[in-house]
């Protein structure tokens, strides 16, 4: 099941990305600059090289404090001008459709996890199908496991299963070979089918073991599913909640597929206001975590951090029914197991700060109890 920490992270990588994407449409930028002041080649006049690198060397320097939001006086050369000009639109147009991007790929991300969910369930009854078809060893405990006929005869998994595509018909080879080499030489397996009658206990223990060790455990198969997904490392614990949820479901030989939200359009609206919000954060915000890491010793502040304090200060800002202390000890956590290892004091403290800071301004504004209380 989805929880808000979950969509923290995935707005976090998304941020992240955004950043490398500014990054890239700042060079894209500055090649502009450079290809508008090299000599044609294709004339038949003679080329000023010497003008051409002054000209550049203007325009760069010109573009740079346009960029960076300073003073520049307008140079008198409309070549130059231009130059400039078009790099910045350039990389506004750019920053815009990636923006965009990413703010739709990060629901769709998140969407793609019922797929991988479904993907799963539907591995055990690939897993049943070649058991089924196995001559020499009998499978039939495996085959006829009244949680897989659940599976089997679900067919509001079949239909959602062909809606997400998550049927296993493009890995046919993979799956026959993790059968052969991992489920059939397992020892809990070979001791279950050879087992006179299993007990409901055993039935259980089996499921368990396939889906928690063999299938999400560490393996071929969770090898197969990171190759699937970039973010397998963080989706794999959802994935193996919502696995259990269902084997926990199971009753007179049904099953519950289980949703990955209780209110999609509530977190989808979460997602989407603290992914623009952090990026359009004010500047006077951002000056103000400048200011106070200041006093920290740290060469550089890694982008990580200050992603993590951006999104914090949004979500104070702009969530007036989230309590501080919630927001505060979140960015923590995420600073704990995706940055530096100096980072949850560094982010406690500076957080600490500027959260009195801030509600001393009436920059934050809460309502109810302890919402406001950040002890």
């Known amino acids: 099941m989805l929880n808000r920490r979950t969509l923290r992270i995935k707005i976090m990588q998304s941020l992240f990305a955004f950043g490398q994407c500014k990054e890239a449409n700042h060079t894209l930028a500055l090649d502009l600059i450079e290809n508008r002041f090299q000599p044609d080649l294709n004339s038949m006049q003679v080329q000023d090289k010497e003008l051409l690198r002054s000209q550049k060397k203007v325009a760069l320097q010109l573009f740079e404090k346009r960029f960076k939001g300073k003073e520049a006086t307008e140079s008198p050369d409309p070549k130059i001008e231009k130059a400039v000009a078009d790099a910045l639109d350039l990389f506004t147009n750019q920053v815009k459709k990636d923006q965009s991007f990413l703010s739709k790929n990060i629901i769709l991300e998140i969407e793609k996890l019922t797929g991988l969910y479904y993907t799963v369930l539907n591995l055990l009854t690939e897993f049943a199908d070649l058991a089924a078809a196995e001559k020499k060893v009998n499978h039939s405990h495996f085959v006829n496991h009244p949680l897989i006929k659940a599976l089997a005869g679900s067919q509001e998994l079949t239909s959602q299963s062909l809606k997400s595509e998550s049927g296993w ?165 995420l600073s704990k197991e995706y940055s530096t290892p100096k980072s949850r004091q560094f982010v406690n403290g500076i957080l600490d700060v500027m959260s009195k800071t801030m509600k001393d301004s009436g920059a934050i504004k809460k309502s109810g109890r302890g919402l406001l209380d950040n002890k």
């Open 169 to 333: 018909q493009k890995h046919k080879d993979s799956v026959r070979g993790w059968y052969r080499d991992i489920i059939k030489e397992d020892s809990l397996y070979q001791e279950f089918i050879a087992a006179k009658k299993p007990d409901e206990e055993s039935q259980k223990g089996l499921i368990k073991h396939l889906v928690r060790k063999l299938i999400l455990g560490n393996g071929p198969i969770n090898d197969f599913f990171e190759d699937q997904d970039i973010r397998w490392a963080e989706d794999r614990d959802i994935i193996k909640s919502l696995v259990d949820k269902t084997l926990k479901s199971f009753a007179e030989n049904k099953i519950t597929l289980q949703k990955l939200s209780l209110d999609w359009e509530d977190d989808k609206e979460f997602v989407n206001k603290l992914f623009a919000s952090t990026i359009g954060l004010d500047d006077k915000y951002k000056q103000l975590i400048a200011q106070n890491t200041k006093n920290w010793e740290v060469d550089r502040l890694p982008q990580t951090d200050r992603i993590i304090l951006e999104m914090a200060l949004t979500e104070m800002i702009h969530f007036p029914n989230i309590p501080i202390k919630v927001t505060i000890n979140e960015y923590i956590e």
